[in-house]
C-alpha cells in the first residue's frame, strides 16, 4: 500500500474545526518504533467527541482519531514485537496527542502495545474495544475488593452504552446478579439477553437524591457519573465498592461523606488511558476467557471507514447501542 485512507481532523485560525477523508503516506505518519496495519477499530465516546468538536479531546492539530486498535505490525524497531504480530492498542493520547487508528496504517511506540490474545479475532478484540477493556478494569476492581456474587447484585449505568453492555456480559458469566440502568427501557430484552436480571429505568437515578438510601446492591459499574453516582453510592450496600469510569450524565460528583463514613463503600477510579501493561495484559487476558463471545457479536454492530464520521455523531447524540466495529 503505497497510500493509504485516513480521516483528518483539522481546524482553521479561527479554531473552526473540520473533518476529511484523505490519502496518506507513510512519511506523512508521527513517530514511533512499530508500524501497524490497521485491521480494526470502534467508535468510543471520546472518539465521537473528537470529531465533532463537542469537547476539546484533540490536543495536537490535524489530528487522526481513533483511540484504539488492532492490527498487525509491519515494521518494528522495538524489542517486544516483530513483523507480523497480532496487536492491540487502547489509549495512552492515540488519537488525542498522537495519530489514531482512524486509518489503515499507525505509527506508535511499541510501550502502549499489547499482543493480542491468541484465539481472539481482529473483529472480536475491536468489539470489545476500550469500553469493553474498561468494563474489565471496572469488574477486576470489584473483585479486588472482595464484591463476590454472594454479597448481592450489582448496579450497571449507562446499560445500552459500550461499556454497560460488556460489563452486564461480564458479570452475568462470573454469576453476579446484574441490575442494568437505563434510558432506553425498550431495550430491555436486549439486556436481559446480555444477562440483566432486572431492569431499571435511569431515571430513578438521574436527579439529586438523599445522602443515604435504602441498602439496594453490593457493587456497581457506573459510566454516568453526577447525580447517578451519587445515587449509586448512597444505595450501595455496606462494605460495597462501586467502579466509576465515566461522565455520560456530567463530570460532577453531587455527593456527600455518608455512604463512605457510614456503610463503609469504597469508590473506585478506572483509567483505561494510562493503565500500566500489566494490568492491560491482565484486563485483555481475562477477556479472552470470560467474555462469551456469542454474546459479544450479539451486542456488536459491524460497519466500514466510511461510516466512521457518521457513526462519530450518533455516539454523542446516544444512538448507538452496544458496541461498534469498523474493519479497515
Ligand atoms: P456509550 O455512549 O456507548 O454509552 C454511554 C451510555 O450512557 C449511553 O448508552 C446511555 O445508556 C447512558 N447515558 C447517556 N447519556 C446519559 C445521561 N445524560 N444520563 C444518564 N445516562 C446517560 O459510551 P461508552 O459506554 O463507550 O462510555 C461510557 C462512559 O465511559 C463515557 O463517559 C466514556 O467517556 C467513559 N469511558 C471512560 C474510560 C476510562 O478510561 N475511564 C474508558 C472508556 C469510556 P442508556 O441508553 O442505557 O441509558
Given amino acids: 500500500m503505497s497510500t493509504f485512507k485516513a480521516i483528518l481532523v483539522s481546524r482553521d485560525e479561527e479554531k473552526k474545526q473540520s473533518v476529511e477523508v484523505t490519502n496518506l503516506n507513510d512519511s506523512d505518519l508521527m513517530e514511533g518504533d512499530v508500524t501497524v496495519a ?6 468510543n465516546y471520546k472518539d465521537g467527541l473528537a470529531i465533532t ?11 487522526v482519531p481513533g483511540i484504539d486498535f488492532t492490527g498487525k505490525v509491519l515494521g518494528s524497531s522495538h524489542k517486544d514485537f516483530n513483523e507480523g504480530d497480532d496487536v492491540i492498542l487502547n489509549g495512552f493520547g492515540v488519537g488525542e496527542t498522537h495519530w489514531g487508528a482512524y ?3 499507525a ?20 468489539s470489545i474495544g476500550t469500553a469493553g477493556y474498561t ?6 476492581a470489584l473483585q479486588s475488593h472482595d464484591i463476590t456474587p454472594e454479597r448481592g447484585p450489582i448496579i450497571v449505568t449507562g446499560a445500552n452504552g459500550g461499556v454497560g453492555s460488556v460489563a452486564i456480559s461480564l458479570l452475568s458469566k462470573l454469576g453476579y446478579e446484574v441490575i442494568a440502568s437505563t434510558g432506553r427501557m425498550e431495550e430491555s430484552e436486549f439486556l436481559k439477553n446480555l ?11 438521574s436527579e439529586a437524591g438523599r445522602p443515604l438510601g435504602k441498602e439496594r446492591w453490593a457493587g456497581g459499574v457506573d459510566a454516568v457519573g453526577s447525580h447517578t453516582l451519587a445515587n449509586v453510592l448512597a444505595q450501595t450496600k455496606y462494605g460495597g465498592a462501586v467502579a466509576a469510569c465515566g461522565l455520560a450524565q456530567g463530570f460532577d460528583l453531587p455527593t456527600s ?15 483505561s488511558v494510562m493503565a500500566p501493561k500489566m494490568v492491560r495484559e491482565e484486563a ?20 466500514g471507514f466510511d461510516d466512521l464520521i457518521s457513526t462519530a455523531t450518533d455516539i454523542v447524540d446516544g444512538k448507538i447501542r452496544g458496541r461498534v466495529v469498523a474493519m479497515m
Fill in 135 to 140: 468494563a474489565m478494569l471496572c469488574v477486576m
Fill in 257 to 271: 461523606v455518608m455512604p463512605f463514613i457510614l456503610r463503609g463503600v469504597s469508590l473506585l477510579g478506572i483509567d
Fill in 103 to 105: 486509518a489503515q496504517k
Fill in 107 to 126: 505509527r506508535v511506540n511499541g510501550d502502549w502495545l499489547i499482543k493480542r490474545p491468541s484465539g481472539v479475532s481482529a473483529k472480536q478484540a475491536m
Fill in 284 to 303: 485483555w487476558s481475562r477477556l479472552a476467557s470470560d467474555l462469551d463471545m456469542t454474546k459479544l457479536e450479539n451486542l456488536t454492530t459491524e460497519i
Fill in 195 to 205: 444477562g440483566a436480571n432486572e431492569i431499571i429505568d435511569r431515571n430513578e437515578l
Fill in 53 to 63: 468538536g463537542k469537547s476539546p479531546v484533540i490536543r495536537h492539530w490535524p489530528m
Fill in 38 to 43: 490497521v485491521e480494526a477499530t470502534t467508535v
